[in-house]
């Protein structure tokens, strides 16, 4: 390997960055990888082949060389999602010169909007337990402070949707979560959320969308240095307990005063999977009166490791496997999942129809299953509607219940039973949550807003709650989750939903494979006529409004069955999200409904089979 010019280029880019950096730990780290990438073996001769101890030494040059040329490909992207990547030195991943710049070029922004207006912008910051988010959340006070900018802070590392009430709850201009969600443990993030005199529509406390976040990311680009850029030692706010009070308080208004009786009757079994979500969840639903409540001890404390879990992700296989086991041991009625942030609800129940008397797992022996998140969707949709019915005034036609294209349209029934309006919106709760008039959004990734007023976002603890509330009401009545899921079905006919999705490791074959699609559609699915073929690319013009355009497809089969492929938004994957109707008459009984669900598993894993075979995976 001889030093070429392009290695100088660089090799003179990363030295520029370590200057720069802010922090040693990863200024050291990239040295380490100059000096290793700088490590020629010595006597190589050009045109003869290198001893095996010059191969190595070679390989490992090689190696440092690609790495450093992939954290130097440009700035870690802000879009609408913020900032998210791996932890480590670079533009291109996460760390405390990056934040810095993200949080310059934010103040920035926000001292544009609000030019001439007084009090100057109030901005509330949040973090989680994950590395560096202490550190990357008082990186951003201090930035924001220096210009002006008045900063709350959240006093410890706390829930996602506690940072978006806060938002709402002091009229702040902007808000910051340093949190990754649900990534892998070496992975941060940094969500922006826009409201006070920013944002004044129905997306005010919502989460960035575009032009916004272009706009962000134009101010990030000018920061000429981490150098330049002020940082104050003190000054903003350090908030106290009170505002998780004032959260606790508003959401558990949201309980149904009738329940309280018998909640206590319901035995639950919670995980935070090592996220910051489990303490306040807990002091939630035992103050409305879900004392019968066990926390999965080795997944209570909030670990950055997550050591338990391969993902922390309550719909990776596996992650729920210790809650499941712990609800076998302890005979409980209900398992409640939040992801490390907490935005997230993942709910668990027997199902009799789910017992699988094979292997070694005596929870599947029993039926233990965790709902989809259209189930659970539909179950807390429902819940909206009963209460809208109990108001015995005249229902507001302004409120509305939505959900993403991807999700299933049972919602659309619901709402419509319920005499509300009913919109579809794209993927992800930056679109939900800004719709006029909301009164509950869901989307099939286990993300539900049950309460706008109190988080325009999605929020997994008040979910957990409402859904608590709803199985101890139906327990005491005799019943259950599972039977509520088939009464929904003889109202509505079954909606059932399933994914299936293609991993790449080269990304040019995800445009290549939605391209391929889109010129050679599927002529049927699950044995249905493929009727109609949407490109979403080109948006939509639909009796319940149009959306903008977005990369996917949809494709209508005859018999109902719909399929939505559109590549991911956070992982290097192709998917496609699947739906089947099955009609179920009103007065159906147990055995007619089961007996429904078959037949739509069957139809469902045949138009799963023809995706597979129509993405080259089967």
């Known amino acids: 390997m001889s030093r070429d010019e392009p290695w100088e280029d660089l090799r003179a880019q990363v030295e520029a960055w370590i200057d720069d950096d802010p922090d040693p730990q990863t200024a050291d780290e990239l040295r380490e990888l100059v000096r290793t990438a700088d490590d020629l073996p010595p006597g190589l001769v050009s045109g003869v082949a290198p001893t095996p101890e010059q191969d190595g030494v070679l390989r490992s040059a090689r190696a440092a060389r690609a790495e450093l040329a992939d954290r130097f490909q440009g700035l870690l992207q802000f879009g609408t999602a913020g900032l998210r990547g791996a932890i480590a030195g670079g533009p291109h991943r996460m760390n405390r010169a990056v934040v810095i710049r993200a949080a310059s070029g934010l103040a920035d922004y926000l001292l544009g909007e609000l030019d001439g207006l007084t009090p100057p912008p109030r901005v509330v910051v949040g973090y989680d337990a994950r590395h560096n988010s202490r550190a990357f959340a008082l990186d951003t006070a201090a930035v924001l ?35 990754a969600s649900h990534n892998p443990p070496q992975d941060n993030g940094y969500k922006v959320y826009l409201g006070g005199r920013v944002v004044t529509d129905g997306g005010q406390g919502a989460q960035i969308v575009p032009p916004a976040d272009a706009a962000i990311a134009a101010e990030i680009a000018r920061v000429p240095s981490v150098a330049s850029v002020p940082r104050a030692d003190g000054g903003w706010t350090v908030l106290g307990d009170d505002v998780v009070d004032a959260y606790v308080e508003a959401t558990l208004a949201l309980a149904d005063p009738t329940v309280r009786g018998v909640a206590a009757d319901l035995k639950i079994v919670l995980t935070p999977l090592h996220g910051v979500g489990g303490a306040v969840a807990e002091r939630v639903l035992r103050s409305a009166g879900f004392t019968n409540l066990l926390v999965v001890p080795e997944q209570e404390v909030p670990d950055p490791d997550f050591p338990s879990v391969a993902f922390p992700n309550p719909e990776e296989p596996g992650a729920i496997d210790l809650a499941l086991g712990l609800a076998s041991d302890e005979g409980a009625d209900l398992v409640i999942a939040l992801d490390p942030d907490a935005d997230r609800c993942a709910v668990a129940v027997q199902d009799p129809r789910a017992r699988a008397f094979r292997g070694p797992d005596t929870a599947g022996a029993e039926g233990w299953r965790m709902l989809h998140g259209d189930e659970t969707g539909a179950l807390l949709g429902q819940v909206a509607a009963d209460r809208i019915r109990a108001d015995l005034g005249p229902v507001d036609p302004d409120v509305t219940f939505a959900s993403s294209i991807v999700s299933s349209r049972q919602l659309a029934q619901i709402a419509q039973a319920a005499g ?9 709760f930056k679109w939900l949550s800004r719709v006029d008039g909301l009164a509950f959004a869901y989307e099939e990734a286990l993300g539900y807003c049950v309460a706008p007023a109190n988080v325009r976002d999605k929020d997994g603890i008040s979910a957990a709650l409402l859904v608590a509330g709803l199985a101890a009401r139906l327990k005491a009545g005799g019943s259950t989750l599972i039977a509520a899921l088939d009464d929904l079905a003889r109202a509505h006919g079954l909606y059932l939903t399933g994914q299936v999705s293609a991993r790449y490791d080269d990304l040019s074959q995800i445009p290549a494979t939605v391209g391929r699609l889109r010129e050679h559609p599927p002529v049927t699915l699950g044995g249905a006529h493929v009727t109609r073929v949407v490109d979403l690319a080109a948006g939509t013009e639909e009796e319940r409004g149009g959306l903008p355009p977005t990369e996917g497809l949809r494709f209508d089969a005859a018999d109902g069955t719909r399929v939505i492929v559109r590549p991911s938004g956070t992982e290097p994957k192709v998917k496609c999200y699947l739906e089947v109707i099955e009609p179920v008459l009103p007065d159906a009984d147990d055995e007619a409904v089961g007996a429904a669900r078959r037949q739509a598993r069957a139809r469902l894993d045949a138009v799963a089979a023809d995706m597979r075979t129509a993405l080259g995976i089967a």
Do not use: W
């Open 145 to 179: 402070t220096a210009v002006g900018i008045e900063v709350l802070l959240l006093p410890r590392p706390l829930p996602t949707p506690l940072l978006a009430f806060s938002v709402r709850r002091f009229d702040a201009d902007a808000g910051v979560m340093v949190t």
């Open 420 to 428: 509300v309006r009913h919109v579809q919106t794209l993927t992800g």
